[in-house]
């Protein structure tokens, strides 16, 4: 049989429930059960990087400041980050990852996608082989994983969201097309939050709604997207899973017609070029978890000399390119031709994340 057609891959994705937090609460019996959150301090302005279920029925989440969880849960207890252990808990999950398959995309410490359309355990069953790799997870970390299993990334992707914590749920070929209709839009990759209300404006809920419109006029709405979204709608996704489609950094930048005087003049074409490295941001967090690790200004005066200077940080925010530019305007302080920012990321299976600020 032919394996080019790619509605015959077979693909897996695996997401560990509540990562950092269970570790926790495995590694400290007396966490378990309770509303806990991993995180930086409320005091030096921390966010939440997970929490545990006990804690999200009081609506805390991820990347919510701690100050306001502890608010919104007075019971909650905060556990600092411990970044080497979550990080050697990855390596060995990919290890048992890497008994099936070589094809291997992790998207973050605790999430990846595997290829397993030639994988010989279980006779090819990726059913099976999901749930034997969840199984292996638990005797070996004393934790629990999500699996989600179908014929591309964005299925098994949603799919493994289907039946979190502990479980996993198969989306058959012949399920799709079904499947899809009730699929509400926000699940589909690159639909973040803005997307969805202008789709809400448009009558657009669900993906059956999306279906219902030409890829003309789906182009017409959303630009260059449209093509995409026609697809996805219908549960086509034709993405491989690639061993290392990492970006490294991303950054804008522009040349002036004419040189920036001063430092005045540098800050004040901030604001634009923040929108733009948003914008490049967004489209890449569409397909990727992006955990920033350090942000960068780039000033190239008028002479052509180049500096750069950076700072680590875990955030991405207007106001700290502020300092950065000063930094690097006042090592020669003459006129500037080009001025670019940018982040760098954090390579998440690799051990750099330690270096990640979360505090
Ligand atoms: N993480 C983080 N900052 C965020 C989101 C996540 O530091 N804004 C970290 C902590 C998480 C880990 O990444 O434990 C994995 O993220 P997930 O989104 O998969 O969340 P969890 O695994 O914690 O929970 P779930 O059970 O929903 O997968
Ligand atoms: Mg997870």
Same mark, same amino acid.
């Given at each position: ?6 509605? /015959? ?7 560990? $429930?509540?990562?950092?937090? %269970?570790?926790?609460?495995?590694? !400290? ?37 701690? *100050? ?25 999950? =990919? ?18 996608? /595997? ?10 069953? %990726?059913?099976?082989?999901?749930? &034997? ?8 970390? =004393?934790?629990? %994983? ?5 014929? !591309? ?7 493994? $969201?289907?039946? *979190?914590? !502990? ?10 097309? &079904?499947?899809? @209709? ?6 589909? +990759? ?26 003309? *006029? ?18 086509? $996704? ?22 920036? +005087? !001063? ?16 914008? #490049?941001?967004?489209?890449? =967090? ?5 955990? +920033? ?25 207007? #106001? ?14 003459? +006129? ?9 990321? %954090? ?8 270096? @990640?600020?979360?505090?």
């Amino acid at each position: 049989m032919l394996m080019t057609d790619t509605e /015959l891959r077979k693909i897996i994705h695996i997401d560990m $429930d509540c990562f950092y937090a %269970a570790i926790e609460a495995r590694d !400290n019996p007396a966490l378990r059960g309770k509303a806990i959150a991993v995180g930086g301090s409320p005091d030096a302005r921390g966010v939440v990087a997970t929490c545990s279920y006990e804690a999200r029925k009081f609506g805390v989440h991820s990347a919510m400041p701690m *100050k306001t969880a502890l608010r919104l849960c007075p019971e909650l207890i905060r556990v600092p980050p411990r970044r080497a252990v979550y990080q050697a808990v990855s390596e060995q999950i =990919q290890t048992i990852f890497a008994a099936y398959t070589d094809l291997i995309e992790p998207l973050s410490l605790d999430e990846a996608y /595997l290829d397993v359309s030639q994988a010989r355990q279980h006779q090819g069953s %990726a059913t099976l082989i999901a749930q &034997e790799i969840r199984a292996r997870i638990w005797q070996e970390q =004393q934790l629990t %994983a999500s699996a989600g299993i179908a014929s !591309n990334k964005f299925l098994a992707k949603v799919a493994s $969201d289907w039946h *979190k914590q !502990n479980g996993q749920f198969v989306i058959r070929p012949s399920m799709i097309a &079904e499947f899809m @209709l009730s699929l509400p839009v926000k699940k589909i +990759p690159g639909v973040g939050t803005v997307t969805a209300e202008r789709m809400r404006e448009l009558g657009v809920r669900t993906c059956a709604d999306l279906q219902a419109w030409s890829v003309d *006029k789906l182009c017409a709405e959303f630009g260059r997207f449209g093509r995409r979204l026609y697809e996805l709608a219908r549960g086509i $996704d034709h993405r491989p899973v690639s061993v290392d489609n990492s970006y490294k950094s991303i950054s804008v930048e522009d040349t002036f017609v004419t040189d920036l +005087p !001063n430092l005045a003049a540098c800050y004040a074409e901030l604001p634009a070029l923040f929108r733009a490295l948003e914008q #490049r941001l967004a489209k890449a =967090q569409a397909s990727q978890r992006l955990v +920033p690790k350090s942000i960068v200004v780039k000033i190239r005066f008028h002479d052509f000399v180049l500096t750069t200077a950076q700072m680590t940080s875990s955030l991405v925010e207007e #106001r700290l390119f502020l300092p950065l530019i000063k930094q690097a305007w006042e090592r020669r302080q003459v +006129p500037v031709r080009l001025l670019g920012i940018g982040v760098h990321f %954090a390579e998440p299976w690799r051990p750099e994340q330690l270096s @990640l600020g979360l505090e």
